[in-house]
């Protein structure tokens, strides 16, 4: 017994020995291989997730934005997945918005990739630390930024798309040192592409450069001097207002060509792509995009080429221009002193928003003083800057009126400066409270006549009392019949209301006056019709009754034959 229970306890480390030796069963190494197979398997359905941040614009602007991006190039319909045939929610109406756009391949069941788009339209220093976690090592080689301009103030632009550089490099200088090597390395990518073998059209994430061309091309005059360190796209859209400004300002196209000079002259030191967009027409928008987020379809691909020639259809893919194709567009444009004076208004500070522009609240001695300063295009200490030079050029017609008026003033010897007398808040409200005073006492005089009842109205005996009172009131007015007309004139029609009939005050006294005079004349005396015997009806109504009383027999019968007789018609002569 002791032999067998010793084999069995010996035998038992043999077998745990033996099954260590199967593969695949204990060994912990070999349990990774199933991990690793199920992790390359979902990652092979994970959608490429790409950036899109859009900024400026209203939130109008921003929806018909998404819904150009949606649109294919051949002007189809946006069209959504199978699946949920709905645009997805869009929340843009506070602070940082959000929404996703999915890419669907040319026949629209496969999805390529899932943009989140980030919009915000204001921008103000405090909403920097929203945007700053959004770029990290990840996201930074898939994100594109959005520039949105409108059409409708064409004035404005290079204002606005300072601010918005301003910001980014705000946001983009405080990032870490892994951030911003990544950011070198997106800014390399993107100045060759196009350029020495690379491919314009967009590739995975970054450029294609060919083996042969292993350095890449040295950049031109004014080419990314300025890089931020992610693409840059700027978009101007409506415009189908470029007809209006055309008509409505007398716009030609010199103005045009210099708001275009003006544009790429300035992107150009960014390495910013420039296009522009009509509601409702079919445009390269998606295609430019796409391309910019290495973002390509595996059936059908949209060539993206450049126009500058359609004033409307305007396309300036990224790394295509230089100095001299923007002077060839307009004779007389310096792009370098542009350029520079660009340089200038981007590394100036940033203009406070806690301010007005215009105008200057004092406090004074009587009251507050505002002080309404013409429109100046640019800082006094930076004169030379781009945007003085643009806004000297494209007025906005909302201030050129207070610069004229600035102008003129300065021509009479004036200091040009238009002020403005305001008085204190309170000063002001308690004149108001004298005048509403005045005018409550009015009221309770004119309230006699505004509650008379309907039935007075019929009445004629308190249509005449009214009469007396409406004219005992101008008497005690102390305004006479003479001076009724120049009160009149003075103070314009009154009416008041009288059992819900609206009266004209004027028209009465007119009637009341009338009335006063005919009963002062004497009535007029009818001529009555004479008996033959000389005398009138009433006098032999008279004699009738008389004799009546005095002789009731024949004499009745003789009275009322002459009463007939004065009665009865008589032939004439």
């Known amino acids: 017994m002791v032999d067998i229970d010793h084999h069995r306890t010996s035998a038992l480390p043999h077998i745990s020995a033996g099954l260590d030796e199967r593969p695949g069963i204990i060994d912990g190494s070999k349990t990774d291989m199933w991990l690793s197979m199920l992790d390359d398997a979902a990652s092979g359905k994970k959608l490429p997730e790409k950036s899109l941040f859009i900024l400026g614009g209203s939130p109008e602007s921003q929806r018909e934005f998404l819904e150009a991006l949606s649109t294919d190039p051949s002007g189809k319909k946006p069209q959504y997945h199978r699946h949920s045939n709905r645009p997805p929610p869009l929340a843009n109406q506070f602070a940082l918005g959000y929404a996703y756009h999915d890419v669907l391949d040319s026949d629209h069941e496969d999805i390529l990739a899932r943009i989140s788009l980030y919009l915000l339209s204001d921008p103000s220093p405090s909403f920097a630390s929203l945007l700053q976690p959004l770029l990290t090592p990840q996201t930074l080689r898939n994100t594109l930024v959005v520039i949105l301009l409108d059409w409708a103030q064409p004035w404005s632009w290079l204002r606005q798309v300072r601010d918005w550089i301003q910001l980014l490099r705000e946001i983009l200088v405080s990032l870490d040192v892994d951030q911003k090597e990544v950011m070198e390395e997106v800014m390399v990518s993107w100045r060759d592409r196009g350029k020495a073998g690379g491919s314009l059209d967009g590739g995975s994430g970054g450029a294609t450069v060919s083996s042969e061309a292993e350095v890449s091309l040295p950049l031109g005059p004014g080419?990314?001097?300025?890089?931020?360190?992610v693409p840059l796209c700027v978009v101007c859209q409506n415009a189908d207002k470029i007809d209006a400004l055309e008509r409505e300002r007398g716009w030609k196209d010199d103005e045009f060509d210099f708001i275009l000079q003006f544009l790429r002259t300035v992107l150009l030191k960014h390495g910013s792509s420039l296009i522009y967009t009509t509601p409702s027409v079919p445009s390269s928008l998606q295609t430019l995009i796409h391309s910019s987020l290495g973002i390509q379809?595996?059936?059908?691909?949209?060539?993206?080429?450049?126009?500058?020639v359609d004033r409307d259809r305007i396309l300036i893919p990224p790394n295509w221009d230089s100095w001299g194709k923007i002077r060839v567009l307009r004779d007389g444009f310096d792009v370098e002193a542009i350029s520079g004076g660009w340089s200038k208004d981007i590394a100036a500070p940033a203009p406070s928003k806690d301010q007005p522009d215009l105008?200057?609240?004092?406090?004074?001695?009587?009251?507050?003083?505002?002080?309404?300063?013409?429109?100046?295009?640019?800082?006094?200490?930076d004169p030379s800057g781009a945007i003085s030079s643009f806004e000297q050029s494209i007025l906005d017609p909302q201030l050129s009126a207070a610069a004229s008026a600035s102008n003129a003033?300065?021509?009479?010897?004036?200091?040009?400066v238009l002020e403005v007398e305001t008085i204190a808040t309170q000063t002001f409200l308690a004149k108001q409270v004298e005048v509403l005073e005045r005018l409550r006492i009015e009221h309770a005089r004119k309230k006699p006549f505004e509650g008379a009842d309907a039935s007075t109205a019929t009445s004629s005996s308190?249509?005449?009392?009214?009469?007396?009172?409406?004219?005992?009131?101008?008497?005690?007015?102390g305004i006479s019949v003479t001076d009724e007309g120049r009160v009149g004139a003075h103070i314009g029609p009154m009416h008041f209301n009288i059992g819900g009939i609206q009266v004209d005050a004027d028209d009465w006294l007119k009637r009341m006056k009338h009335d006063r005079d005919a009963t002062r004349s004497p009535e007029p005396v009818s001529a009555s019709v004479a008996s033959p015997?000389?005398?009138?009806?009433?006098?032999?109504?008279?004699?009738?009754f008389a004799n009546m009383i005095k002789r009731p027999g024949a004499g009745s019968r003789t009275a009322v034959a002459g009463m007939s007789?004065?009665?009865?018609p008589r032939p004439g002569p």
Do not use: T
């Open 409 to 416: 003033l300065q021509k009479k010897g004036l200091d040009g």
């Open 223 to 229: 080419e990314w001097e300025e890089a931020l360190g």
């Open 462 to 477: 308190h249509q005449r009392s009214a009469s007396g009172e409406a004219a005992a009131r101008v008497r005690d007015s």
């Open 565 to 568: 007789a004065s009665i009865s």
């Open 359 to 381: 105008q200057v609240h004092s406090p004074g001695a009587k009251g507050h003083k505002m002080i309404s300063n013409p429109p100046q295009p640019e800082s006094p200490n």
């Open 297 to 308: 379809s595996l059936l059908k691909r949209h060539p993206l080429k450049h126009n500058v």
């Open 533 to 544: 015997d000389g005398k009138s009806d009433s006098e032999n109504l008279a004699s009738f």
